[in-house]
């Protein structure tokens, strides 16, 4: 099927492990009419791309409950929740099944010796009976499971597990059987707590968004569910209160924490025709907001999609994983059988002993602690980025990150602002800067030119929009600038041939590469140079410092710019070199070209106009993505807010994540092998399988990869 015409969600509660996606990847893909299944061991999700009518989704949902997972239809718009560990089926089974044997201990203690049941292998006792009571129980969860794989000749956990507790019966080996069978149900809620934390903290992104919001209504205000907003609702805003949806500021003034979504640590001022963003807080102001666009899909939510989406990329530690782990279960399962049998058959011994190691070494086969040692890292580090305006959208790219030796930046937006801004005021006529900018602002606050909208925020910024200049008549000239009246005098703004007394060309210490110098006349007469120019932004220099210290061994300015102005801020920043006049196919060139001499390149811009170059680069990296969906999809790495200085976050951050995830490889595997050979020898019993090759690898990479949550930026 080429074009597949519909795609469902499924919501696996028990699908914690990638084995168990394989497996129901595997089975799903080989029927009629599926075109692609991705699955999410952490989001615990099912998406499968099918043609309804071949292939409909009862169907889809019946083929995995043969596999013996349960699949629950998940809406467009619904997350999946984490399941409730502690609480749900399998820990009621876990702990029933602990309870029977404590009570075959117990039994055993009092001394009670009456036999049961005759096996061929054993006398079975009543305490027997309540450890193999325990055993059954406690193995019901993958019984089934294991059945169904024997059918199939497929070795996978339950195979293995079901095979061991029953083997141990057999032999009468009870305790084992009873203990493996509670241990390994622990271990498998271990597991899923071990995903559950990892999925937790996906969904405490979901969490910063509120439930409800007050919208206005035929001018009453009225308390609504936030998934219920729609684009153009009234929105009012409490200090304090969470902002339900992606929105426009149309009333009111307030500061707004975006830490959330884009990383600042200072609530940032918001006024009318200002844009605000879900999760993000109102701190002190009461403002009333319009919807730009619904929850469902704010910049929040898409977040949260793609950390999900992101989640079901292998990296190469994961893939590594996964080969490994399909020569190491049939091999180490191989070695059980002879292992049980040689010695027996070849060399006399007796058989009892020899099939317990067996059935060990089946235990140790098991691969599930094994292949959940890398995903909880990646989502880990994934998350912890999330949470700190850091969007990666792949373990891959995290773990590429950390081969990064050089980062290109472009320049305009990147570097610098991206637009003008007021560099200094040159008063000439006995007025004061703050009087020069004020009586600027009035009167370019009617115009939009960008050069107006820059004085316009430079006199904002100061507190100078007082209302104390009235103006009149005011008249926009094209190509020139503007004249009006302010508080009755004639003034004019912009080129110096407005004046009636014209003032000559602005001295050569305000003129350079990158600055406009325009005039302020009052009266006929120059009153005021004002100087503008697209300025480094306040962390650029310190920001590619930090780069320098963590060993990037190149920086590289990109720009379209000329050479004259590329080269002054390239001087002001610090960067290693600066290559100008580059076309958007010029700076994709550039970037092969580094890639070739130098090896891995990061790739910084604004996710648009360097689209080629970010695809070029083996990370591209898109600065001050928050409400752009554009960015969002083109770039491997979003920086929500245009503080720089996340990049060396991530930088540091994957490297660390690596660092991680190559612990937890090697812990997992040493651990493995290691039992593997002293079970042979006699030093390795069915408990202590389960619980340091299980329990224990489970608990020792789930806690090393929470760590990268405490990472701080």
Same mark, same amino acid.
């Given at each position: 099927?080429?074009?597949?015409?519909?795609?469902?969600?499924?919501?696996?509660?028990?699908?914690?492990?990638? $084995?168990?996606?394989?497996?129901?990847?595997?089975?799903?893909?080989?029927?009629?009419?599926?075109?692609?299944?991705?699955?999410?061991?952490? @989001?615990?999700?099912?998406?499968?791309?099918?043609?309804?009518?071949? @292939?409909?989704?009862?169907?889809?949902?019946?083929?995995?409950?043969?596999?013996?997972?349960?699949?629950?239809?998940?809406?467009?718009?619904?997350?999946?929740?984490?399941?409730?560990?502690?609480?749900?089926?399998?820990?009621?089974?876990?702990?029933?099944?602990?309870?029977?044997?404590?009570?075959?201990?117990?039994?055993?203690?009092?001394?009670?010796?009456?036999?049961?049941?005759?096996?061929?292998?054993?006398?079975?006792?009543?305490?027997?009976?309540?450890?193999?009571?325990?055993?059954?129980?406690?193995?019901?969860?993958?019984?089934?499971?294991?059945?169904?794989?024997?059918?199939?000749?497929?070795? =996978?956990?339950?195979?293995?597990?079901?095979?061991?507790?029953?083997?141990?019966?057999?032999?009468?080996?009870?305790?084992?059987?009873?203990?493996?069978?509670?241990?390994?149900?622990? @271990?498998?809620?271990?597991?899923?707590?071990?995903?559950?934390?990892?999925?937790?903290?996906? %969904?405490?992104?979901?969490?910063?968004?509120? /439930?409800?919001?007050?919208?206005?209504? +035929?001018?009453?205000?009225?308390?609504?569910?936030?998934?219920?907003?729609?684009?153009?609702?009234?929105?009012?805003?409490?200090?304090?209160?969470?902002?339900?949806?992606?929105?426009?500021?149309?009333?009111?003034?307030?500061?707004?924490?975006?830490?959330?979504?884009?990383?600042?640590?200072?609530?940032?001022?918001?006024?009318?025709?200002?844009?605000?963003?879900?999760? $993000?807080?109102?701190?002190?102001?009461?403002?009333?907001?319009?919807?730009?666009?619904?929850?469902?899909?704010? $910049?929040?939510?898409?977040?949260?999609?793609?950390?999900?989406?992101?989640?079901?990329?292998?990296?190469?530690?994961?893939?590594?994983?996964?080969?490994?782990?399909?020569?190491?279960?049939?091999?180490?399962?191989?070695?059980?059988?002879?292992?049980?049998?040689?010695?027996?058959?070849?060399?006399?011994?007796?058989?009892?002993?020899?099939?317990?190691?067996?059935?060990?070494?089946?235990?140790?086969?098991?691969?599930?602690?094994?292949?959940?040692?890398?995903?909880?890292?990646?989502?880990?580090?994934?998350?912890?980025?999330?949470?700190?305006?850091?969007?990666?959208?792949?373990?891959?790219?995290?773990?590429?990150?950390?081969?990064?030796?050089?980062? /290109?930046?472009?320049?305009?937006?990147?570097?610098?602002?991206?637009?003008?801004?007021?560099?200094?005021?040159?008063?000439?006529?006995?007025?004061?800067?703050?009087?020069?900018?004020?009586?600027?602002?009035?009167?370019?606050?009617?115009? %939009?030119?960008?050069?107006?909208?820059?004085?316009? %925020?430079?006199? @904002?910024?100061?507190?100078?929009?007082?209302?104390?200049?009235?103006?009149?008549?005011?008249?926009?000239?094209?190509?020139?600038?503007?004249?009006?009246?302010?508080?009755?005098?004639?003034?004019?703004?912009?080129?110096? =041939?407005?004046?009636?007394?014209?003032?000559?060309?602005?001295?050569?210490?305000?003129?350079?590469?990158?600055?406009?110098?325009?005039?302020?006349?009052?009266?006929?007469?120059?009153?005021?140079?004002?100087?503008?120019?697209?300025?480094?932004?306040?962390?650029?220099?310190?920001?590619?410092?930090?780069?320098?210290?963590?060993?990037?061994?190149?920086?590289?300015?990109? $720009?379209?710019?000329?050479?004259?102005?590329?080269?002054?801020?390239?001087?002001?920043?610090?960067?290693?070199?600066?290559?100008?006049?580059?076309?958007?196919?010029?700076?994709?060139?550039?970037?092969?070209?580094?890639?070739?001499?130098?090896?891995?390149?990061?790739?910084?811009? +604004?996710?648009?106009?360097?689209?080629?170059?970010?695809?070029?680069?083996?990370?591209?990296?898109?600065?001050?993505?928050?409400?752009?969906?554009?960015?969002?999809?083109?770039?491997?790495?979003?920086?929500?807010?245009? +503080?720089?200085?996340?990049?060396?976050?991530?930088?540091?951050?994957?490297?660390?994540?690596?660092?991680?995830?190559?612990?937890?490889?090697?812990? /997992?595997?040493?651990?493995?092998?290691?039992?593997?050979?002293?079970?042979?020898?006699?030093?390795?019993?069915?408990?202590?399988?389960?619980?340091?090759?299980?329990?224990?690898?489970?608990?020792?990479?789930?806690?090393?990869?929470?760590?990268?949550?405490?990472?701080?930026?």
């Amino acid at each position: 099927m080429s074009n597949p015409v519909a795609s469902v969600r499924f919501r696996v509660p028990d699908m914690d492990c990638p $084995t168990c996606v394989a497996k129901i990847q595997g089975q799903l893909s080989r029927l009629d009419g599926v075109a692609s299944v991705h699955g999410s061991p952490v @989001a615990r999700t099912l998406t499968v791309e099918h043609d309804p009518a071949r @292939a409909p989704a009862e169907r889809l949902r019946e083929e995995v409950r043969r596999l013996g997972y349960l699949a629950q239809t998940l809406d467009g718009n619904e997350s999946p929740s984490a399941a409730r560990t502690w609480s749900g089926r399998t820990a009621r089974i876990a702990y029933a099944s602990m309870l029977l044997f404590v009570v075959g201990g117990l039994i055993r203690l009092s001394g009670t010796s009456v036999i049961a049941l005759r096996l061929p292998f054993a006398e079975l006792r009543l305490y027997d009976l309540a450890w193999v009571a325990s055993a059954v129980v406690g193995g019901w969860n993958f019984f089934p499971k294991g059945i169904r794989a024997a059918r199939a000749l497929a070795l =996978d956990m339950n195979f293995l597990m079901t095979v061991a507790i029953l083997g141990a019966i057999a032999i009468g080996e009870t305790p084992e059987a009873a203990a493996i069978a509670f241990l390994f149900a622990f @271990a498998e809620l271990l597991e899923g707590f071990a995903v559950d934390r990892a999925r937790a903290s996906v %969904e405490s992104l979901m969490d910063l968004a509120p /439930a409800t919001a007050v919208v206005v209504r +035929d001018g009453e205000e009225w308390k609504v569910a936030a998934s219920e907003l729609r684009q153009g609702d009234l929105v009012v805003l409490r200090p304090g209160d969470r902002i339900p949806a992606d929105a426009e500021v149309i009333d009111g003034a307030s500061a707004v924490d975006q830490a959330a979504i884009t990383g600042e640590p200072m609530p940032v001022d918001k006024s009318p025709g200002d844009q605000v963003f879900a999760g $993000t807080i109102n701190r002190e102001g009461w403002i009333r907001v319009r919807v730009s666009r619904p929850a469902a899909q704010s $910049t929040l939510a898409r977040i949260v999609q793609l950390v999900e989406e992101a989640q079901q990329r292998k990296t190469r530690s994961e893939r590594f994983i996964e080969r490994f782990a399909r020569w190491y279960t049939p091999a180490v399962a191989i070695a059980a059988v002879l292992v049980a049998a040689i010695p027996p058959v070849a060399l006399g011994a007796e058989w009892q002993p020899w099939i317990l190691r067996g059935l060990t070494l089946l235990v140790i086969a098991c691969p599930c602690a094994l292949v959940i040692s890398t995903p909880v890292a990646v989502v880990s580090g994934m998350t912890a980025a999330a949470r700190r305006g850091v969007l990666v959208k792949g373990g891959v790219h995290l773990e590429t990150l950390a081969d990064v030796g050089v980062v /290109a930046l472009d320049k305009t937006g990147t570097l610098t602002f991206g637009h003008p801004r007021v560099v200094s005021v040159h008063p000439v006529d006995g007025i004061t800067s703050e009087e020069v900018l004020a009586r600027a602002a009035a009167i370019e606050s009617r115009s %939009e030119h960008p050069l107006a909208r820059a004085i316009v %925020e430079a006199a @904002a910024e100061r507190g100078l929009l007082s209302g104390h200049y009235q103006v009149t008549d005011f008249m926009s000239m094209p190509g020139k600038g503007a004249q009006a009246r302010v508080n009755g005098v004639p003034h004019t703004i912009g080129s110096g =041939d407005l004046l009636e007394a014209p003032a000559g060309p602005p001295p050569a210490q305000l003129t350079g590469p990158g600055r406009t110098t325009i005039t302020l006349g009052a009266g006929g007469r120059l009153a005021a140079w004002i100087v503008l120019a697209d300025e480094p932004r306040d962390h650029a220099a310190s920001a590619v410092d930090h780069l320098r210290r963590l060993g990037i061994g190149k920086i590289v300015m990109l $720009t379209g710019d000329s050479e004259a102005a590329a080269r002054d801020v390239g001087a002001a920043i610090g960067v290693d070199e600066v290559r100008a006049g580059l076309l958007p196919a010029g700076k994709a060139e550039a970037i092969r070209t580094l890639e070739a001499e130098h090896g891995a390149v990061a790739m910084v811009g +604004d996710g648009v106009n360097d689209a080629p170059a970010l695809a070029a680069a083996r990370v591209g990296v898109a600065m001050g993505a928050a409400g752009s969906d554009v960015a969002l999809e083109t770039a491997d790495v979003a920086l929500m807010g245009d +503080d720089l200085e996340r990049l060396a976050y991530v930088l540091v951050l994957s490297r660390r994540t690596r660092r991680v995830i190559k612990q937890n490889v090697a812990a /997992a595997i040493f651990v493995k092998l290691a039992l593997v050979i002293g079970v042979p020898l006699g030093l390795v019993s069915l408990i202590a399988a389960v619980v340091i090759g299980d329990m224990g690898v489970s608990l020792a990479v789930t806690a090393n990869a929470l760590r990268l949550g405490s990472l701080r930026a």
